[in-house]
């Protein structure tokens, strides 16, 4: 029971790096001395020192003949840092009790003979479930090499994100706003198409204090963002999947304002949007996985909701239903050809209801087909 309380606690200091951690993982870690915790610590930064450097720090000689709790197995590789296990070791730590393994191949079980070749007693997967669960975008772009996706909607009890007019503010309450901020602060970028852009003409930004601030991504197939975007008001990066095809002028526009511009393939068959110009989303996916953008907030319309779930880039969604009816025609959170038949719909898993305000949150995984 005391393992699971100090297990618990690393867990909460993990998510104090989070947004900022990325790329790598959301780690915490405490160290156990006599049944006293007397050292703390988490990764707060990429390029800045693992929890474990931390907590040892603040441990010191008491560190001698300790316990040390951590969310994720130590590495015991040199990277941006020195590996952990040689700092452990250093200290005099008699034991580790890690949560989970490390997916990284430069890491994964490394640890074990590295910690129990110096006489350090290693046990591994204690909340398991939970911190996998804490960095489950890194895992997934561990063993993808692809952005973790999270779709999130807000709409009403019928099923509607926006009036026939497209006017969506607000539908959701307060509280559910607060939480699309701290999802803002948490994922590496958002994502949204020109169809918001040129309705709402949003900021995409995080308006937590001290935040992380996520890369704006804009799904653009013919360069439609206007330079005087609220997007380009804001120092945080805009990038733009354009066609190979979009109209140079516009282009240099709005490379002008700052904007970064990817081509991205254009769809030969399926359905196409109204513009004639479908993205190549997986092929969109893979140009920003392999630089290194690890996890996306979709804020997408119907349309770019659809194609993404159709795609198969969508890990994640979750959907805030607030207490409120259309009671008529409005814009569903998925627009455009559907499935033929019910044996061809996407199946979720591992479906959670929490209030939310006046709201409720629906939260729920993918299945891959």
């Known amino acids: 029971m005391s393992d699971r309380i100090y297990m618990q606690r690393a867990l909460e200091l993990a998510q104090r790096g989070r947004g900022w951690a990325n ?12 049944g006293q915790i007397v050292g703390e610590g988490f990764h707060p930064k990429v390029g800045e020192p693992h929890a474990e450097v931390f907590a040892l720090r603040e441990a010191g000689e008491k560190a001698r ?37 490390d997916a990284n191949p430069l890491t994964e079980g490394q640890s074990r003979q590295a910690l129990e070749g110096a006489g350090i007693r290693l046990d591994v997967g204690l909340l398991d479930a939970e911190a996998q669960r804490l960095n489950e975008a890194y895992f997934h772009f561990i063993r993808h090499q692809r952005p973790f996706v999270v779709m999130k909607t807000a709409m009403t009890l019928d099923g509607k994100i926006a009036t026939p007019r497209g006017h969506s503010q607000w539908i959701s309450g307060e509280e559910s706003r607060a939480h699309v901020q701290e999802l803002r602060a948490t994922y590496a970028g958002v994502m949204a198409g020109i169809g918001t852009v040129l309705a709402d003409d949003p900021s995409l930004t995080c308006r937590l204090p001290e935040a992380h601030a996520p890369v ?11 330079p005087d975007a609220k997007l380009f008001a804001h120092p945080s990066p805009v990038i733009l999947a354009v066609a190979p095809g979009a109209d140079l002028q516009r282009r240099q526009a709005l490379e002008a304002r700052g904007a970064e511009l990817i081509e991205v393939p254009v769809l030969v068959h399926g359905a196409q949007p109204a513009n004639g110009r479908h993205l190549d989303l997986d092929a ?17 319309g119907g349309s770019l909701n659809a194609s993404a779930l159709r795609a198969g880039i969508v890990s994640k969604v979750v959907a805030f239903v607030a207490p409120k009816l259309l009671a008529g025609d409005g814009i569903p959170p998925t627009r455009g050809p559907a499935f033929d038949t019910m044996d061809q719909a996407l199946r979720l898993r591992g479906l959670t209801c929490r209030p939310s305000g006046e709201d409720v949150r629906l939260e729920a995984y993918v299945e891959v087909q």
């Open 65 to 101: 003949g300790a316990t040390l709790y951590v969310t994720l197995e130590p590495c015991n590789h040199w990277g941006r840092t020195p590996p952990c296990t040689k700092g452990i070791m250093e200290a005099g730590i008699q034991r580790v009790v890690a949560a989970t393994w």
């Open 23 to 34: 790329p790598n993982p959301m780690v915490g870690a405490v160290v156990v001395r006599d």
């Open 216 to 226: 704006r991504v804009i799904v653009d197939p013919r360069a439609e963002t206007p």
């Open 284 to 300: 969109l996916m893979a140009i920003l996985g392999r630089r290194g953008l690890t996890s996306l907030l979709l804020e997408g």
